[in-house]
């Protein structure tokens, strides 16, 4: 190999390592809490019968005016507002939802996401669901999501004083006609 090309090599590769060390810290994260969890329904011979953090929050994000779901292209499952991706679950551990840089930068400096596990330099974010606790954190984020989706299609999110959505919000009619 040519020290030219070794020198392009190096330039096109220069963040795979802060990328490849974010995702090890995430899947890091992500052992550790199945292991956790094991440990725990080991020990308490937790019942079949509770709701898991995916179903929680299936649930709630689906009882949203507009919201389907469907399967995630990298596994696990994607829920949408229209054509826009509000975010997806991989099993009930961890959250990705999509944000504007800027609100990324926000929400990670406030502790209430990290930068995505494989693209930490995108908008994305991962929320790892560590246990029961942790599920009303991913719902915020989701909340936040579906909110910034609704304002920006022309839906309107009534609800609650503090703009949690609602069963009962219904979208707004569209000017556009349907063929």
Same mark, same amino acid.
């Given at each position: ?6 020198? $392009? %090599?190096?330039?096109? !590769?220069?963040? #795979? @390592? ?70 997806? $679950? %991989?099993?009930?551990? !961890?959250?990705? #939802? @999509? ?81």
């Amino acid at each position: 190999m040519s020290t030219r090309y070794a020198g $392009l %090599h190096a330039i096109k !590769l220069w963040g #795979l @390592p802060r990328t490849i060390g974010a995702a090890a810290r995430v899947w890091g994260i992500v052992f550790r809490i199945h292991l956790a969890r094991l440990t725990v329904d080991h020990i308490m011979k937790q019942g079949t019968d509770t709701m898991n953090a995916h179903d929680i929050i299936r649930t709630e994000v689906l009882s949203w005016p507009g919201v389907t779901e469907e399967p995630h292209r990298f596994g696990g499952m994607e829920f949408r507002l229209g054509r826009r991706e509000l975010g997806h $679950l %991989h099993g009930d551990y !961890l959250a990705d #939802l @999509p944000f504007p840089v800027r609100i990324r930068e926000d929400l990670v400096r406030e502790g209430k996401a990290m930068p995505h596990h494989i693209l930490p330099q995108s908008g994305w974010v991962s929320y790892p669901i560590r246990d029961a606790n942790a599920i009303s954190g991913a719902l915020d984020l989701f909340r936040l999501a579906y909110q910034r989706a609704t304002t920006s299609s022309g839906f309107e999110a009534r609800g609650s004083e503090s703009g949690i959505p609602t069963s009962n919000s219904e979208p707004r009619t569209s000017n556009r006609k349907e063929s």
